[in-house]
């Protein structure tokens, strides 16, 4: 199984509101990213949690909140968006940070904000 | 910084052989991956090359050589279902985790 699964699929919201994404992976993997991926580029590296602690952050803006529950989970907390950020956001895992292990991704979510 | 080329745009005829290149300038190497991505779909991963030469997993050969940080994808017996976003990665020595990517290749496989 290598599958990583992310809620929910689509995603509108305003300025004000405050949102969540979701990432869950069953295969015992202990890093997790948020890459963020703006139509015809490649996927940007926002967040990077390795054994349920924050090991990078690539100078993403306060509006984007991360959260790692636990080894299977990794959140997303949206807050005061701006039009820009939509985008598709995809999450991934590893295995542990050995430089053979592949990143897995899931289906993403897209984002718009209005 | 990470540099990492690839062609925009390439098309090619149902059947027939289809090579992405990539090239990069990277602070280091820890690898280079290959990734396919459908208009609207996640990226699924295709390859990984870390050592000198080819790679071959059905109809995707991957080929790399270090000294040119030159890479290329081979996609064969091409199918429609082939057409896709195909980006190239580079895992730098630098940083464990981050992936940089390329711009990717769109192909368009036409019947």
């Known amino acids: 199984d290598t599958e990583v699964t992310q809620t929910p699929k689509h995603l509108v919201m305003g300025m004000t509101n405050k949102k969540s994404l979701k990432c869950e992976q069953h295969?015992?993997?202990?890093?997790m990213y948020w890459y963020k991926q703006k139509a015809k580029k490649p996927p940007e590296l926002m967040f990077v949690y390795s054994y349920e602690k924050l090991s990078i952050n690539e100078s993403v803006p306060s509006r984007f909140s991360p959260e790692c529950p636990n080894s299977s989970l990794l959140n997303l907390h949206l807050h005061a968006l701006q039009p820009e950020d939509s985008a598709l956001y995809l999450c991934?895992?590893?295995?542990?940070?050995?430089?053979?292990?592949?990143?897995?991704f899931g289906p993403g979510t897209r984002l718009l904000v209005l | 910084g990470q540099n990492i080329d690839q062609p925009t745009e390439m098309t090619a005829t149902e059947g027939a052989i289809v090579q992405i290149n990539c090239t990069y300038q990277?602070?280091?190497?820890?690898?280079l991956f290959w990734y396919q991505q459908h208009a609207g779909e996640a990226p699924t991963f295709l390859s990984y090359n870390v050592l000198d030469g080819l790679e071959e997993k059905g109809r995707f050969s991957s080929f790399l050589s270090r000294s040119k940080g030159y890479s290329y994808l081979l996609l064969k017996e091409l199918q429609m279902k082939d057409s896709a976003s195909y980006l190239c990665?580079?895992?730098?020595?630098?940083?464990?985790?981050?992936?940089?990517f390329g711009a990717g290749t769109t192909v368009t496989v036409r019947a």
């Open positions: 990277t602070s280091g190497f820890n690898g």
């Open positions: 990665a580079v895992r730098p020595l630098s940083n464990d985790y981050k992936l940089s």
């Open positions: 991934a895992s590893s295995k542990d940070r050995d430089f053979q292990e592949t990143q897995y």
């Open positions: 295969m015992g993997h202990r890093a």
